[in-house]
């Protein structure tokens, strides 16, 4: 399972432990909520440390491999897909 997949469900998780702890209290449903959102968040925060920064190592990568793509398809359309070090003959260079 993905580490994006892990954290969103963890955060949803949070969210719903804290809307039924709040639900046996007297207040408006919307305040209730609004609550909830508030302490899931902070809660999260802390209890999904871990899962949120190897999220964010996997969405660094992902980011990394897409620009080396693109810079590649840039390169291959400007004409230029030879191996660096290399002249358009496949000579290398002196």
Excluded: C, H
């Excluded at 998780?13 to 207040?27: I, S």
């Excluded at 902070?42 to 660094?60: C, Q």
């Amino acid at each position: 399972m993905s580490a994006a997949v892990k954290y969103t469900v963890g955060r949803i998780g949070l969210f719903v432990v804290v809307v039924l702890a709040l639900w046996p209290v007297e207040m408006n449903i919307f305040l209730k909520l609004m609550l909830a959102l508030v302490f899931s968040a902070a809660a999260s925060f802390f209890l999904l440390r871990g899962w949120r920064n190897e999220m964010a190592e996997e969405m660094a990568v992902a980011a990394e491999r897409r620009r080396a793509e693109k810079e590649r398809l840039r390169s291959a359309l400007a004409g230029d897909d030879q191996p660096a070090g290399e002249e358009p003959g496949g000579q290398p260079r002196s």
